[in-house]
């Protein structure tokens, strides 16, 4: 039995339909689900800024080269 407070990862039971993220309720979040996501949290953040994921991806790979990460690992990052 968990005890309070325990996080720990509960193992998948059955066949992984690959599946990354999942709603509350353990089903798989729907085609634009993270998208909405995003943007309203860019909305709430207030900046002047609007965006969805390809903004976090823009921000990602312009942190890593400010950050002096090598070419291969951003364009391996960016391709996906």
Same mark, same amino acid.
């Given at each position: 039995?968990? =005890? +309070?407070?325990?996080? +720990?990862?509960?193992p998948? @039971? ?5 599946t990354l #993220? ?6 798989? #979040? ?6 909405? &996501? @995003?943007?309203?949290? @860019? ?5 002047? +800024? ?6 976090? =991806?823009?921000?990602?790979?312009? &942190? ?6 090598? +070419? ?9």
């Amino acid at each position: 039995m968990p =005890r +309070k407070g325990d996080t +720990k990862a509960k193992p998948i @039971v059955g066949d992984d339909d690959g599946t990354l #993220f999942l709603t509350t309720l353990g089903e798989a #979040f729907a085609a634009n689900r993270m998208t909405q &996501l @995003v943007r309203n949290y @860019v909305a709430a953040a207030d900046t002047d +800024k609007t965006g969805s994921c390809h903004l976090l =991806r823009h921000t990602m790979a312009t &942190l890593m080269l400010e950050g002096g990460a090598d +070419k291969s690992p951003r364009s391996r990052y960016l391709a996906m």
